[in-house]
Every structure is written in C-alpha cells, then in structure tokens.
C-alpha cells in the first residue's frame, strides 16, 4: 500500500519539485497540495482519502505552518506531520515538536534524506536527525527541573517496554509477539499511553519518555 502524502508550501515552484521527486517514488503518492495552511485544512475536511503524511512548510500566508501543525495534530492526530521549512533555529525546531511535528527537516537536506524521513515517519510515528536530537538534550536538561503535569512513576513496567519497542522500530504485530498479547492489546496500550501523558501522537509521546528518563537518545537514535 502506498503512503499518502499532503504539500503544504506556499512556493509553487518548490512545492512542484517535491511532489515530482516524490511521485517518481514507487511506495508514495501525493493524493493533494495546498499553498497554505487555510487551503490544507479545507482539503482535508472535504477529502474522502486522507493522507498518512503531511509535508509543511512554516512560513506560509493565510495560516502559517505552526497553526496549521497544531490544528492537524489536534484533529487529525493520525496524520503525522513533516516540517519542512528554510527556519533552522533552536526555538522553531522545540515549538514545532511541542504542537505535535513527527520530523523537522530543513529546505537544504537532500532528496534522499526527505524520503528516508517519511519512510521512518510512517513506520515509527516520528523521525530526529543528528541536529533536532541535539536541541531535544538540550531541551530535556532544562525540563528536569520542571516537575511533570503526569509523573513517569504512573506508568505501568509493561507501558514503559511497549514504549521502548515502538522506539525500536518494532511494529504492532513483532511487540505482540515478543510480548505473547494480541495486537488488539499492543493498540489498547498505545491509546492508553496518549490518553495518560495527554500526548498529541507518537512523537510527543517519545519526547515525554525522555523528559522522564523512560528513554536514552540513543534508544531512539538506534
């Protein structure tokens, strides 16, 4: 089955480019492009096929990228989002991660680097190269001081190591059969880790498991 892909980008040429790079791509298919976030919103309202992945630029007319990210996160949580935008500052990177982004990538990474991020995007729910891994440790060390709206302690043992095996790259069907539970259960833990940390996605819900010592950056760097 192919990956659904969604533009956002307010750039016609730039916008062109990707989805040409993209469709040439035998597992990925741009079903739609938008040219900000208020057209991106009104097409996935009226869209009988919804995409898996959203690529989003920042700077964008009408509605920028960041409330357009914050939007979809909070109405879509099943659609992850790319951001990919010329912004390369520490503050972009923690607020997009904060609202919910799955990956943040910079305009000037290479084809190939943009694919490999939606392949993992898809098959892990999030996706940091070198650079945003750094700006989360630094973001981690200043949030231990910070006492946690939800304690780490109340998670259960087997809610940590459904964490730890997502964060390994294990799908549903692997976790369940590492575990000996049904892939019904695997689900039912996933939901039940979102709904207790309030996280918005997977990606949220990784960077809260390294806020709460939960997670190593190398556990999700591999």
Known sequence: ???????????????????????????????????????????????????????????????????????????????????????????????????????????????????????????????????VVEVIKEDIAGAKNTKSAFESWQLTSREKEIIQLICSEYSTKEIADKLFISQRTVEGHRNNLLLKTECKNMAGLVIYALRNDILTIKDIMG
């Open 1 to 131: 089955m192919k990956l659904k892909i969604a533009l956002a980008d307010d750039e016609p040429l730039f916008r062109n480019g990707i989805s040409f790079l993209l469709q040439r791509e035998a597992d990925i298919d741009v079903i739609f492009e938008a040219s900000d976030g208020s057209e991106l919103l009104d097409l996935l309202k009226s869209a009988d096929n919804l995409p898996d992945i959203i690529i989003m630029d920042l700077k964008m007319p009408e509605l920028n990228g960041v409330e357009a990210t914050r939007i979809v996160c909070e109405e879509y949580p099943q659609i992850k989002v790319i951001v990919l935008t010329s912004y390369n500052t520490k503050m972009f990177i923690r607020n997009m991660i904060d609202v919910g982004a799955a990956s943040y990538l910079v305009k000037n990474t290479t084809p190939a680097n943009l694919i490999k991020t939606i392949r993992e995007v898809a098959a892990k729910g999030f996706y940091y190269d070198e650079h």
